[in-house]
């Protein structure tokens, strides 16, 4: 499917350029659109126990209490100018927090050379935040009367903090002695991971079924590999849009994402993996949506 994409993009890329130098940009209308749809969420990392010197999987959502069903608002932004060109940038956030009265294990992480063991037995207060923001430009390929078909290229950006409060301790990697830290502790960690821009491509069409009422769908599509970073989405989705007044819509539809992102973690001084994220949520369902244009 990506392949296809990429195809139909790079046929129509001096079609785009043509139109756009042809014709004086004017413009249409701006359309600020708002909702939400609950996620369900799967985050575990592969760490190391610091007493038996073995990796074991910690699973966010069983042992240290995050929800697993969560709210996810989302806004959307979209410039529709020159019929048949659009500009649009939507955001979505996951952000979850949690304590655990008495972590079960310990486990190790590392942060930049720094090793942080975080003690089994003790209160942990546990943060996982995670944004997806994306960028992109669309194009109607085919328009009639009552209906359009385009395709999308966006860039996607995605910002996750982790963040542990407890009885921690730290020190440098190379000073680690039989996988135990020294007697040194932090309060607390927070570890920030930004990913770079980077691409999805797109699908989307509606269709006008009678005066005010419109089947709409679009599907996306991205994959990285960068660094100790790895991850997919997937945005599927079809829904029915109403026009309540001139100005004001509401939708419904039925929505398929997915994000799944791993982050690896590894020590240079030993042979122990330290950290290896699995950070992964998705939401089949409903969603509700209300956007005005002007």
């Known amino acids: 499917m990506l392949e296809l994409l990429l195809n139909m993009s790079i046929r129509l890329l001096p079609l ?54 969560e709210f996810l608002p989302f806004i959307e932004l979209n410039y529709h100018f ?50 997806v923001l994306r960028l992109g430009y669309g194009y109607d390929v085919f328009q009639g009367s009552n209906y359009d078909v385009g395709l999308s290229f ?22 680690l002695l039989n996988n135990v830290c020294g007697s040194q502790a932090i309060p607390r960690i927070v570890d920030e991971n930004v990913t770079a821009p980077l691409p999805d491509f797109g699908i989307y069409g509606q269709y006008e079924f009678v005066p005010g009422w419109q089947v709409t769908s679009h599907a996306q599509y991205f994959y990285i590999t960068l660094n100790d970073v790895k ?20 939708s419904v539809a039925y929505n398929y994402y997915k994000v799944d992102v791993d982050i690896a973690q590894n020590s240079p001084n030993k042979d122990t993996q330290i950290a290896d994220y699995n950070i992964y949520y998705s939401f089949i369902g409903p969603m509700l949506s209300i ?4």
């Open 154 to 175: 966006g860039l996607h950006t995605m910002f996750i903090k982790t963040g542990f409060e407890g009885v921690i301790g730290v020190c440098a990697s190379s000073e």
């Open 231 to 250: 991850g997919e989405l997937v945005d599927i989705k079809v829904g029915v849009d109403a026009q309540i007044t001139q100005n004001w819509r509401m």
């Open 16 to 69: 785009i350029i043509a139109s756009l130098a042809s014709t004086q940009v004017q413009a249409d209308d701006f359309t600020i659109q708002l909702g939400g749809f609950y996620s369900q969420s799967d985050t575990n990392m592969q760490v190391t126990n610091p007493v038996s010197g073995n990796n074991f999987t910690l699973d966010y959502e069983s042992d240290l209490q995050l929800a697993e069903n």
């Open 82 to 131: 020159n019929e048949r060109h659009n500009i649009y940038l939507d955001w979505k956030q996951l952000h979850r927090s949690a304590d655990t009265q008495a972590l079960a294990k310990p486990f190790q992480l590392e942060i930049n050379d720094t090793i942080y063991d975080i003690k089994a037995g003790g209160k942990l207060s546990s943060t996982l935040n995670i944004d």
């Open 291 to 294: 956007s005005y244009s002007f």
